[in-house]
């Protein structure tokens, strides 16, 4: 395995060292010019950039099995890589569902064949997504893929008795049930957010209520079970007050924010192109404030991508036959330095528990006995992203290395990128550059493997 010499990089942005990454670990942090590298050693100049924890995101569809037109393990995860992340959890809304062991291991596969990152797919809470009868949950944790994070999303699991009994069930395992929370009865045909937007331009309105309320029951039934829930997407002023109540009752809940979610608002939708189209739907500028201000107090725990690729048909057309989704991977880390370390309201150390120690942590997120999400610290595993805050960057989809190009941030300039990702010690990413073999496939030495 190559050993990296890092020069002169700041962890968290703190003070800068010289790091050593060796055999899969970190091996050495020094003050700068203390430590003579080993022969052999690749050096990089790393005076412009910090260093973060490998990312990880509790929330990506990959797609595969069933739509590979739009997105494949091996693309999706490439463009995790590129995006800083070593870590990523595949949501169960497959073709088939991700309902079985069988299923769930057959992602797993693909995913280290394709060695980018790595994967762990998340196991549906019912049987084909329908929200009727409990999928394989004990099957999926005891599986190779040693599921912990269970989902329906795309679906709300609206039975209050169905979420009761998958709460207690996973309790068992330590697992979690991240709730897609949309009432579906007070959003059908919902196509964005329902306020002053949606009266003005005529599309059916989805009510922030639609999340609150689901929420809020899910809060209290984790409560009475003694389970934990987390909750996707939060996208409202309202379930910021929720969660933060929840907390404050001592309830076992955590809740993601997407970088959309974040940055963009119903605002968008007034041009009615569907690249703008999101389940749950972009919200109002006070919205944005409030769950930024949710993430800066901690009362949401993590910012997760949703990535939801789609192909050109299902997003070129007109907004109420357009799907749902935006993509994400490959901005995620830059839209969080412009919306919280730029805006004062985070500091890099942030950052990290929010992209990295905190959804790994939720997710149980390990591969054998090396954990994703630790601290950059001598002797932890060298899963490491180089970044350079101060390399502005316009967003442009035909050069991302996803398969499909529905970003809703196209045209926009970020202030920084990621140079570098290292997997155990191996450079998936270096100089910006995908380090795949002839096959597209993450190069990987034997000794990796």
Not at 194 to 205: D, F, R
Not at 241 to 262: D, F, M, Q, S
């Amino acid at each position: 395995m190559t050993t990296y010499f890092i020069k002169n990089v700041a962890p968290y942005g703190n003070e800068r060292v010289d790091m050593l990454l060796a055999e899969g670990v970190i091996s050495s942090m020094t003050q700068p010019g203390e430590l003579t590298p080993p022969q052999g050693a690749v050096e990089i100049d790393a005076s412009e950039l910090i260093a973060l924890p490998g990312l990880v995101d509790l929330h990506t569809h990959l797609r595969e099995p069933g739509r590979e037109d739009a997105e494949t393990v091996l693309t999706g995860t490439r463009a995790a890589a590129m995006g800083g992340f070593t870590s990523v959890h595949a949501m169960a809304n497959t073709t088939p569902v991700q309902d079985t062991a069988g299923v769930v291991e057959q992602v797993w596969r693909l995913g280290k064949e394709a060695g980018w990152v790595d994967v762990h797919p998340i196991g549906a809470v019912s049987v084909g997504l329908e929200g009727k009868q409990l999928a394989e949950l004990g099957a999926m944790a005891d599986s190779q893929a040693d599921v912990r994070v269970f989902s329906d999303d795309g679906k709300c699991v609206d039975d209050p008795v169905l979420m009761r009994r998958a709460l207690e069930y996973v309790k068992s395992f330590d697992g979690v049930i991240a709730q897609h929370a949309q009432e579906p009865r007070l959003t059908e045909n919902a196509q964005m957010n329902e306020g002053v937007v949606s009266a003005e331009i005529g599309l059916t309105g989805w009510p922030a209520v639609a999340e609150e309320s689901i929420i809020a029951r899910d809060v209290l039934l984790a409560e009475h079970v003694g389970s934990r829930v987390h909750v996707c997407h939060l996208s409202t002023a309202g379930s910021v007050e929720i969660i933060r109540w929840a907390k404050k009752r001592g309830i076992n809940v955590t809740a993601e924010a997407t970088p959309h979610h974040l940055t963009l608002t119903d605002e968008n939708a007034r041009d009615y192109n569907p690249i703008y189209k999101v389940n749950p739907p972009l919200r109002t500028q006070e919205d944005v404030e409030a769950v930024r201000q949710g993430l800066a107090d901690g009362t949401i725990d993590i910012v997760a991508t949703d990535h939801a690729p789609h192909t050109v048909e299902d997003k070129d057309c007109e907004w109420n036959a357009a799907a749902f989704g935006m993509t994400g991977l490959e901005t995620a880390l830059p839209i969080v330095h412009k919306t919280m370390v730029e805006t004062g309201k985070f500091t890099w150390a942030q950052v990290a528990e929010v992209l990295s120690t905190n959804p790994a942590k939720i997710g149980r997120t390990y591969d054998g006995d090396l954990p994703q999400g630790r601290p950059l610290a001598q002797g932890e595993p060298a899963n490491v992203v180089l970044y350079n805050p101060n390399s502005p960057v316009v967003v442009d989809p035909a050069v991302q290395y996803t398969m499909s190009n529905n970003s809703p941030f196209a045209g926009m300039e970020l202030p920084g990128r990621v140079v570098a990702t290292f997997l155990r010690g191996r450079a998936t990413v270096l100089d910006g550059v995908p380090q795949e073999g002839t096959n597209g496939r993450a190069l990987i030495t034997e000794s990796a493997l």
